[in-house]
């Protein structure tokens, strides 16, 4: 069995999968998070979503962001086959710098 998804991200992009299993409920699984997106930004509500590929650790992944307030969502898919899309999470120009207080040393 197959299901086939489009989830419109904005005006000029649409985003299309398949999910693929045995059953019908296994297909739906593979495209779950893709069914569970609402076309827009959790955060502000924007329905002006792009993708931006990125490698991290030489392992490849997208995030959907948002063009209103930047937020963004991981998305991939697992070894295994099936998508997964995160939780949204706010933008943050600069994050705060862990100190190790034990490796670095602070002097006061
Ligand atoms: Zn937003």
Redesign the pocket.
Known sequence: MEIKVTVKLNSLVSLQATGEGKTLIEAIRQVNPLLAFRG???????D??TLQGKVAKSFPFTEFV??????KAQFGSYKEGGYFLKK?EV?QQNPPKEIDVNKDGVNF
């Not at 827009?40 to 924007?46: D, I, N, V």
């Not at 948002?66 to 937020?71: D, E, N, Y």
């Open positions: 827009k930004c959790e955060l502000c509500g924007s002006d979503i948002c063009r209103g307030c930047h937020a949204w933008y």
